[in-house]
């Protein structure tokens, strides 16, 4: 029972961790520009496909670095000359214009690097096992990503609240106007913001590319969960996507090891005839429905706390 | 005589505009003269069961090239013509119908029950409301009983061994391993996953009511990336073996990590040979631990089908991984020789009953009470090559060996089809 409680927990926070790198870009933009960015998993998947191009020709190394920024480059482009010119047009234009670069960078991966799964992997300086914990070995690489999700945390924690560059963007999301009336180029704040976030989202799909699976659908498995967790930490805040993020990767994980359903829970006293729907009710552990969970508490935090766990203003 | 004419005109008009219609219809006829047989092939071509589509595809290419290549079919070529059903249902149909509009009548699909049962279904009814135009449905790899017990139509064929046959041959072969006490069962959540989870826990329970059954699993199908979890929890129960109708990247995903974990315990699938699950098999170094049911394999001692094998991985780079698409697409051309027509009405009455010596020896027949294909399956294990076995699997130095054999009869289960023939 210790072995699946502490392996569980490595997973539970590898995964909160993976989906904080995304969440935290997403977050930021949110702040920025009070506009959900759909095409922010898209991104992910970018940095994945470019992590397995560039690890083919120059290793893995170079991947991890050079993917994020490239992805964040291209971001930072396309904040400047796409959504600056539709923001004119209000917030409706601004989510359509994300929404339809979602497809568009689904379509060019599709289109470059085909529809199958491509072949990245862990590198061989990190395929081995890091320790043993009783029985189950933990694989190197997921440690890599452990630490490495946790140090670009605390770098972009350093970087937000101890550097000038961190301070000016705080006041820039809050107040822009004073930002902009005190002689800093709000603008350049905003696309260097949507830049880093999307690299944020590029080095979580780099490195987790090669862990798992990297193919063109990759986005569209992600991209509701991160929606789940921005708005369950709070539209905006860092530190309830932080929590969020880390809630519900331990939350999936646990409940895929837990066995529980109703019957167990209330004991042989009453079983409802097999077949029927009741049954079902009765017999559904909490693995099976591990999946709907996270959606569940998005729908509980919307009805009882709807500025989610951290946030300042409604969803 | 006056008010004839107005008759006769009428007459020409309608023979006018019939003559229009099929003008209209003509790029697909000429298409349907031009000296091929087109099989649409329905399957997913991207999404996360893309690499089995993919594979599948370029199998019945190298069959289908092998078949004309002695001939084809009634003098004519076979041509497979891909269709992309994104692993959905609605657009699955929406594909068997943009088939049908381009003038294919046979169809063969296999990946996913439920995407089968819908085009049998589709299938049924349209033959039903186009006398003289009828579509065949051939099935090479969606195996619910369903299809040949309850749903079972006149217009469906399968080649491959059903649920129920396949895990009657998976539990004749536990009879003997007497090693095996704990097992864990995981499934895919929906009608095929759960299908195999309660005929393992049925079938085990009379063939081996000592074995203790610690978990059973059904996880959502092809939406997991890390498996990591499930692992995790699989070595908590403390099981020994594992019996998993996993299929794609779900086989190939859950067995990395068990690699990746560390967990030894013996696998008994259904579709381990698939696409990226010899690799993971040797990642995880679980020489001769797991198990895969199959038709055929390809380090089978057969010169025939061995030589097959060799073609194919060096023209494609890839094994074959449909042993029963071969006998499909040979029986298919044998109908059709057989009848001298590409009527599907007349090759479904020719298919009705044949039987056929399998692309691995022995002898098959394709069931006529439920068109579910009857013939010998075997256990294989999968580990380093043996001595004058000359296949490994995607490079890994590892092949596939024969652990059992089941002789049809063995998994000859009852049917309780009752079909109906258009008269």
Request: aromatic share 12%.
């Amino acid at each position: 029972m210790a072995e699946l409680i502490i392996i569980s927990t490595l997973n539970g926070v590898l995964y909160g961790m993976l989906l904080f790198l995304m969440a935290s870009g997403l977050t930021l933009i949110f702040s920025m520009m009070g506009v959900l960015n759909f095409a922010h998993a898209s991104f992910y998947m970018l940095g994945a496909f470019l992590g397995f191009q560039i690890s083919q020709w120059a290793g893995f190394i170079p991947a991890i670095i050079l993917a994020p920024i490239i992805a964040g480059g291209l971001g930072a482009l396309i904040e400047r000359y796409g959504l600056r010119t539709v923001h004119k047009h209000g917030h409706v234009a601004e989510l359509l214009f994300t929404f339809g670069l979602a497809f568009i960078i689904e379509e060019t991966i599709q289109m470059i690097w085909g529809k199958l799964a491509v072949d990245y992997r862990v590198p061989s300086f990190l395929d081995f096992s890091a320790f043993t914990v009783y029985a189950t070995n933990y694989p190197a690489y997921k440690a890599f990503m452990l630490l490495f999700s946790i140090a670009i945390f605390v770098g972009l924690i350093f970087l937000l609240t101890r550097t000038r560059a961190g301070l000016i963007i705080q006041a820039s999301l809050t107040h822009p106007n004073m930002v902009g009336m005190l002689g800093h180029n709000v603008p350049r704040v905003f696309m260097m913001v949507f830049g880093l976030g999307t690299s944020l989202a590029a080095i979580a799909g780099a490195i987790a590319g090669a862990a798992f699976v990297t193919q063109s659908n990759m986005a569209a498995l992600l991209g509701p969960i991160l929606f789940v967790v921005v708005v369950v930490g709070g539209l905006g805040s860092l530190w309830g996507a932080f929590v969020a993020s880390l809630l519900i990767g331990l939350l999936q994980t646990f409940a895929i090891a837990s066995d529980w359903s109703l019957s167990k829970f209330l004991g042989s006293s009453y079983t409802p005839a097999s077949g029927t729907i009741l049954y079902d009710v009765w017999t559904v552990t909490i693995a099976q429905i591990g999946p709907i969970l996270p959606y569940l508490l998005l729908v509980l935090v919307l009805v009882f706390r709807p500025t989610g766990l951290f946030g300042t203003r409604d969803t | 005589m006056k008010w004839q004419m107005p008759k006769k005109l009428f007459g020409l008009a309608a023979a006018g505009l019939v003559a229009g219609a099929g003008y209209l219809a003509l790029p697909q006829k000429s298409e349907a003269q031009s000296g091929t047989i087109r099989i649409a092939y329905v399957d997913p071509l991207s999404g996360p069961m893309a690499g089995i589509g993919d594979a599948g595809l370029k199998n019945f290419q190298y069959i289908l090239e092998e078949i004309n290549a002695k001939g084809g079919a009634n003098g004519k070529k076979l041509e497979i013509v891909p269709f992309d059903n994104k692993l959905n249902a609605q657009e699955t149909i929406v594909q068997v119908q943009k088939a049908i509009d381009d003038g294919i009548r046979i169809i063969t699909q296999g990946n996913g029950t439920a995407f089968a049962i819908a085009i049998s279904e589709f299938v049924t009814k349209y033959n039903e409301r186009n006398p003289g135009k009828e579509v065949i449905y051939l099935n090479y790899a969606a195996v619910d009983p369903i299809l040949t017990n309850a749903k079972c139509s006149y217009w469906h064929f399968r080649w491959d061994a059903n649920t129920e046959q396949k895990m009657a041959a998976i539990t004749a072969f536990l009879k003997d391993r007497k090693d095996v006490k704990k097992m864990y069962l995981i499934n895919q959540d929906y009608a095929f996953g759960q299908g195999v989870r309660d005929l393992a826990l049925k079938m085990l329970k009379e063939r081996r009511p000592d074995i203790e059954i610690v978990g059973n699993e059904l996880h959502p199908l092809a939406k997991i990336t890390d498996f990591a979890p499930y692992i995790a929890k699989i070595k908590a129960s403390g099981a020994d073996s594992v019996i998993t109708g996993n299929w794609g990247s779900d086989i190939a995903l859950l067995i990395k990590a068990a690699a990746d974990a560390g967990l030894q315990v013996n696998f008994f699938t259904f579709y381990a040979g698939g696409t990226g699950g010899p690799t993971a098999i040797k990642q995880a170094n679980l020489a001769n631990r797991v198990f895969a049911v199959g038709e055929g394999f390809a380090n089978i001692e057969h010169k025939a089908s061995q030589d097959f094998e060799k073609g194919l991985r060096a023209k494609y780079k890839v094994g074959l991984f449909y042993p029963r698409g071969v006998n499909q697409m040979r029986m298919l051309a044998e109908a059709i020789n057989k009848t001298k027509s590409e009527d599907p009405k007349k090759i479904a009455a020719a298919l009705e009953g044949m039987k056929f010596e399998v692309f691995n020896g022995g002898q098959g027949e394709m069931r006529a009470s439920d068109h579910q294909f009857m013939q010998p399956l075997y256990m294989a294990s999968f580990g380093p090559l043996k001595a004058g076995q000359p296949f490994d699997e995607e490079n890994t130095g590892w092949g596939w060996s024969i652990a059992g054999k089941v002789d049809p009869k063995d998994t000859d289960v009852p049917t309780t089809c009752k079909m109906n023939r258009p008269s």
